[in-house]
């Protein structure tokens, strides 16, 4: 058995990855003919840390029907110059010549990055409206919404990044302004924030109804650093929240994200990683509460690659949500899969996806 190493944290922050230790625990793929969109992934390549298209292939390989990718920005490929703002081009460049790449063929039937999720500054005012214009020009059809770095805490426990954003800008009124431009070109807004911040999340959903706000990681329920301790009263603290943004019909949730570190679990302290069927245990009240709570049509699993890989496997991770379904109905379960996430980001309208499951 491979123990799990000291310090487990590669330098930007996340739970290291540690090929040898997951491949202890392998699993046969659960209903392997149901059709998945993973609508949430990323890529770089950084000091210590890669994480490509040959990766990102390597691990949907695992016996599951994946047919389409969806890429969310995460600072990759950045230009080196220029002004500023107009730096984070580079990245949605990049994906977009990966997604070509994808689309060929050459690499597999998986449709990787149909979809791209970019970085455009919200709250630079009359500049936001050039800037996604030159972004869905350098994305073409692919080039689906903006997320901004938002998740942030005050206390120094609670990290997903190595550098954290300063608070805000979700409050920031030059943030609205710039999600009020976002949706007048159609794309939508993903959004990544902790549950003590759920309520600025609801506040931009609610200003701005014309807006599609895609919540990431389940809404960020926590587990470390004041929550520590205390999960009846954090979860019950984060379903009041959650319960709240259901409300309102422009929001839209993705399922995953809880192997990370925030979320308090310690799978991958563990000699040997989790089985899907531990997954499914540990998960299943966040999980099924936000089903309950948006419905099939407003929810989507995301695997959140290569960032939860640091607890689990890609394989064992769908397995999990294939386990947290299985009563529900044949339609539920496609939403969930790929509908949800193929209507959101319009991925029929990218090359090479005119085939995906019908959006729902």
Not at 10 to 16: F, M, V
Not at 199 to 212: D, I, K, N, S
Not at 214 to 222: E, R
Not at 248 to 273: I, S, Y
């Amino acid at each position: 058995m491979t123990p799990a190493p000291k310090s487990p944290f590669t330098p930007s922050r996340q739970i290291a990855v540690r090929e040898e230790w997951l491949a202890q625990v392998q699993e046969d793929a659960i209903d392997p003919s149901l059709p998945i969109v993973d609508p949430h992934h990323h890529l770089w390549d950084r000091e210590g840390e890669r994480y490509l298209l040959d990766d990102l292939l390597r691990d949907a390989a695992s016996g599951h029907d994946v047919r389409a990718t969806v890429f969310v920005q995460c600072g990759a490929m950045y230009r080196v110059s220029g002004a500023e703002e107009e730096r984070s081009l580079g990245e949605t460049e990049f994906v977009n010549g990966v997604a070509a790449a994808s689309a060929s063929g050459t690499y597999g039937p998986v449709r990787a990055c149909a979809g791209i999720v970019g970085f455009v500054d919200l709250t630079l005012g009359d500049r936001v409206t050039p800037l996604l214009e030159a972004h869905r020009a350098a994305g073409g059809v692919r080039f689906r919404g903006v997320r901004n770095r938002t998740a942030w805490h005050p206390s120094p426990e609670v990290r997903s990044n190595l550098l954290s954003p300063p608070p805000g800008p979700l409050e920031d009124p030059r943030f609205i302004e710039g999600a009020r431009r976002l949706a007048a070109q159609g794309l939508v807004l993903d959004v990544w924030a902790y549950q003590t911040q759920l309520p600025y999340v609801l506040a931009v959903a609610r200003t701005v109804p014309e807006l599609t706000v895609v919540v990431n990681h389940c809404g960020g329920p926590l587990g470390v650093g004041p929550f520590a301790g205390r999960p009846a009263e954090g979860f019950e603290e984060w379903r009041c929240e959650v319960l709240a943004l259901a409300e309102l019909p422009n929001t839209v949730m993705k399922l995953g994200g809880l192997a990370m570190e925030v979320g308090g679990h310690d799978f991958h302290l563990h000699d040997q990683p989790p089985r899907s069927a531990a997954l499914a245990e540990a998960w299943r009240p966040v999980i099924h509460t936000l089903i309950d709570a948006f419905g099939a049509s407003r929810c989507m699993f995301e695997s959140n690659f290569p960032v939860d890989k640091g607890m689990c496997s890609y394989g064992v991770l769908w397995n999990a949500f294939k386990r947290l379904t299985e009563r529900v109905s044949t339609w539920e379960r496609t939403a969930l899969f790929s509908g949800t996430a193929t209507r959101v980001y319009r991925l029929r309208d990218a090359p090479g996806c005119e085939d995906l499951p019908e959006p729902v």
